[in-house]
């Protein structure tokens, strides 16, 4: 009887293992299943974001891969809102008159209105390559992720899933390709400072008194119309 007994009391504990084996094998199947479809979720708002820039700040996963998410989106749109900051610089109304006649007299001959606006279009540009070529580092984005609490591979997942490399060649490009079409301006400025005493503004024209001034002048305003096409 009391052999039967302890078969038994073996049976119910070899049960009771295999219920919470089980159950242990269950809730790892069920985390590591769970984990894939977080980061699946998180996988496609990467692949929009690459595909479209577009950023939805609605967080659509959970647990860990939301943190990550949640990093991962405040980055893009700190990015994107930076880069936007020189679009403001760059729609200055007074760049559109810079080189008329209106602004020859008002401004003329030593253009200190105008050679501000384009020193401060200049330094904005700067300021804001410098720190979007920041931004992109592994080195910056690893400091972000481990201040925002990330690690591992939840931290691996934020440095590898975005890389602005083909947008910030884009923004550098724009930038170079204004700053030169600005120091063109500022050459014109320079001829016309350093030769103030042989043009004036006559209606809406500028006159010179020496056709070989005419002929530097229009060569200048070339260059900054062949500078201008290259930022279109």
Known sequence: MEEKNSKSKKSIIIIVVAIVVITAIVGV????INGNVQKQIISKEIDKINNTSQVDKDIKSKGKYADVEK???????EYQSIANEIKDQYQ???????LSADN???????FTE????????KAKGEEVKTKLNEMVTDEYKEKRATDNGLSGKYKDLFVDSIQFEK?????????DNVNNYLAKIEDVFN????????????????????MSLVTKYNSLITSVNIAAQKMR
């Open 29 to 32: 199947v069920g985390s590591f």
């Open 71 to 77: 990093v991962l989106k405040d980055y893009v749109l």
């Open 92 to 98: 200055n109304e007074k760049f559109t008159t810079i």
């Open 104 to 110: 020859y007299k008002n401004d003329g001959p030593e």
């Open 114 to 121: 105008s050679r501000k606006l384009i020193a401060d279009a």
């Open 167 to 175: 947008e910030l060649e884009e923004v550098n490009s724009t930038i």
């Open 191 to 210: 001829f016309l400072n350093e030769n103030k005493d042989k043009w004036e503004v006559k209606s809406t024209r500028v006159e010179f008194n020496e």
